[in-house]
């Protein structure tokens, strides 16, 4: 039973606590705890901790804001813009390359809708002044002080604005997430400074609310003079999560209700992304892996087969995952549960899927009254294990001098890297 397993545990505690004070030393000394230190497997000494790995909370040289969208209504007005705060904590200038992602992947035209490139990236490159913070406007690409950068609609330009959401009918989104981390600004290597920090902020204007999520940091420990190459590896940057952990209202819960002062239903909106990813012009297929879930409820009964196909970026309410749908209190059978998220290969289910580490947000959406109101909360998921990943792109560095009395084939190599920079 398992009133009787705590009860043997807490006696074992008391013992032992006891046996260990009784000599003064907190059982650091004589008695019946020795002087060695903590061993594992018949005497062997206890590995050292290891290395670090990303984090939600601390400052770094590479950055993920794992969100981006811009929302328009069914007359195409803007109803949701994104905020992005990037900080420089540290008195030193330093450059900052960045990668607008977007996270949907191409669609074709028909009759009545223009064709929308997906999966692309797009490049900018801003400098932060000595303990300098800024922030911009994903729309608008503009923010303060004097920052100029390309306009979150770069990546799918046209008339009407974004692409259809297969959610909502008729409305409109653009979306995805920004790589940033600091390069030297002349050759575009990057390198170790780990003093940046950063925020996403999505405000939607028509439901009157907004919430908020930290970046994701990765420190970088040494370079490996690899340009181009992010190793995220526990050895040039710290390493990826092998895991995730999202704690969760069920889909459909109203336990945040109060009779008499507002019915509230709660719904959750997850993100999920692959670390690694290739944004060489010549590059690899985006990453795909199955989200695996494994799902407790408050009783403990754990619950297997939800899942999602995640190919490069993905975004979508709980309530729209495939049956078994676990997140749903129905099926869930409590109002509050755990899912544990690991990105695997699984062929079967989700073609050319890879083992991959993730990482992931989550908002709480809560709908009062019949939807009179709503309110949300953002935050990272919870991360355990490690993981390797690899961030890949090109880098231009330095034009070549200009080749005054040059033959031809010094005149084609500088032409060559004219127009790599114009494509």
């Known amino acids: 039973m398992r009133w009787r397993r705590n009860i043997l545990t807490a006696m074992t505690v008391m013992l032992l606590t006891s046996a260990a004070g009784a000599d003064g030393n907190d059982g650091a000394g004589s008695g019946m705890f020795a002087e060695e230190p903590l061993t594992l497997d018949g005497g062997n000494p206890a590995p050292d901790p290891p290395a670090d790995r990303v984090s939600g909370t601390e400052k770094g040289s590479l950055l993920i804001f794992s969100k981006v969208e811009l929302r328009w209504d069914e007359c195409h007005q803007l109803i949701q813009d994104t905020f992005l705060s990037l900080t420089n904590d540290y008195p030193g200038d330093v450059f900052v390359q960045m990668f607008f992602i977007n996270g949907d992947p191409p669609l074709e035209g028909d009759g009545q809708e223009r064709p929308h490139p997906g999966w692309n990236s797009v490049g900018n490159m801003v400098m932060l002044t000595s303990n300098q913070p800024t922030y911009w406007s994903a729309l608008l690409g503009t923010g303060f002080p004097g920052l100029v950068i390309s306009p979150w609609t770069i990546l799918d330009p046209g008339d009407p604005p974004g692409r259809p959401d297969p959610e909502r009918p008729g409305e409109r989104m653009l979306r995805g997430y920004i790589l940033a981390w600091a390069v030297d600004g002349v050759s575009g290597e990057e390198i170790?400074?780990?003093?940046?920090?950063?925020n996403g902020t999505l405000v939607n204007y028509r439901s009157g609310y907004a919430w908020e999520y930290n970046t994701f940091a990765f420190q970088m420990l040494q370079p490996d003079g690899t340009a181009g190459v992010l190793n995220?590896?526990?050895?040039?940057?710290?390493?990826?999560?092998?895991?995730?952990?999202?704690n969760f209202q069920a889909v459909g819960s109203t336990a945040f209700s109060h009779e008499g002062i507002s019915q509230i239903v709660s719904e959750t909106d997850l993100t999920l992304l692959p670390v690694t990813v290739d944004m060489r012009q010549n590059h690899d297929d985006p990453v795909t892996t199955k989200a695996n879930c494994d799902i407790w409820n408050q009783w403990e009964a754990h619950f297997s087969g939800t899942h999602r196909c995640v190919t490069c970026w993905d975004q979508t309410l709980l309530g729209n995952y495939d049956s078994p749908n676990h997140f749903v209190v129905d099926f869930l059978q409590t109002d509050h549960g755990s899912a544990r998220i690991n990105g695997e290969e699984s062929p079967g289910e989700c073609p050319a899927s890879v083992d991959a580490a993730l990482l992931g947000v989550a908002a709480r959406l809560l709908n009062h009254d019949g939807g009179n109101h709503m309110s949300a909360a953002g935050t990272n998921l919870f991360g355990m294990g490690f993981e390797n990943a690899t961030i890949k792109c090109d880098i231009f560095g330095p034009p070549p001098p200009f080749p005054f009395g040059a033959d031809c084939d010094q005149l084609r190599e500088f032409m060559d890297w004219i127009l790599s920079r114009s494509q």
């Open 232 to 246: 995220l590896d526990g050895t040039e940057y710290v390493q990826a999560f092998s895991h995730l952990l999202l």
């Open 192 to 198: 170790q400074w780990n003093h940046l920090a950063g």
